[in-house]
Antibody, heavy 119, light 113 residues
Framework: EVQLVESGGGSVQPGGSLSLSCDAS????????MNWVRQAPGKGLEWVAH????????YYGDSVEGRFTISRDNTKNSVYLQMNSLRADDTAVYFC????????????WGRGNLVSVSS | DIVMTQSPDSLAVSLGERATINCKSS????????????LAWYQQKPGQPPTLLIN???TRESGVPDRFRGSGSGTDFTLTISGLQAEDVAVYYC?????????FGQGTKLEIK
């Protein structure tokens, strides 16, 4: 089955760190660029980070630049998001999403994982 | 960044009727060299992740019923759902992928009247 499964996350105090993992299966992971997209409670979708095929190319949204780091391991079919200096407004469900080929639409999403930042 | 604005924020439509959701981009997202509009529509049912319905403004993903139709060009786009079914209750998002960062509309919540 073609799927993405996120893990990690949880609750943390402001200023803390958390990491997320996303395990891919059912497709040739190394041939796809991957992304993280988040959704604050009751809110819309916000693109967070992107990583290219080999992991060399990385892009970040302005709100997380310098605090979050995306990485991947093609031998494990996994993509990761290391989140540092977390703030209350980082509270959201974080989705792993596959980029649809060359263009920046997302054709496969994981079920998401909640990250909660509060004191 | 390109701002995507959807209207209305919510709507209620009777079963079997037509639902129309609009999406407006702050900049032209039609690329003349490819003759394509860089716009996608997603459906997010309660408690589920988004799923891609339409890309290139009007191309349905495999398996998407033909009652879902995307239209528009340039800065103004529409998602039309004909013959509304109970399973279509969801929040719908438009997204531009013309430029980085890609950006989403705020969502339109569709309910049954």
């Amino acid at each position: 089955e073609v799927q993405l499964v996120e893990s990690g996350g949880g609750s943390v105090q402001p200023g803390g760190s958390l990491s997320l993992s996303c395990d891919a299966s059912g497709f040739d992971f190394s041939n796809y660029e991957m992304n993280w997209v988040r959704q604050a409670p009751g809110k819309g979708l916000e693109w967070v980070a992107h990583i290219g095929f080999s992991g060399t190319t990385k892009y970040y949204g302005d709100s997380v630049e310098g605090r979050f780091t995306i990485s991947r391991d093609n031998t494990k079919n996994s993509v990761y998001l290391q989140m540092n200096s977390l703030r209350a407004d980082d509270t959201a469900v974080y989705f792993c999403a596959r980029k649809g080929g060359t263009y920046w639409y997302f054709d496969l999403w994981g079920r998401g994982n909640l990250v909660s930042v509060s004191s | 960044d390109i701002v995507m604005t959807q209207s209305p924020d919510s709507l209620a439509v009777s079963l079997g009727e037509r639902a129309t959701i609009n999406c407006k981009s702050s900049q032209n997202i039609f690329y003349s060299s490819t003759n394509k509009n860089y716009l996608a529509w997603y459906q997010q049912k309660p408690g589920q992740p988004p799923t891609l319905l339409i890309n290139w403004a009007s191309t349905r993903e495999s398996g998407v019923p033909d009652r879902f139709r995307g239209s528009g060009s340039g800065t103004d786009f529409t998602l039309t759902i004909s013959g509304l079914q109970a399973e279509d209750v969801a929040v719908y998002y438009c997204q531009q992928y013309y430029s980085v960062p890609n950006t989403f509309g705020q969502g339109t919540k569709l309910e049954i009247k």
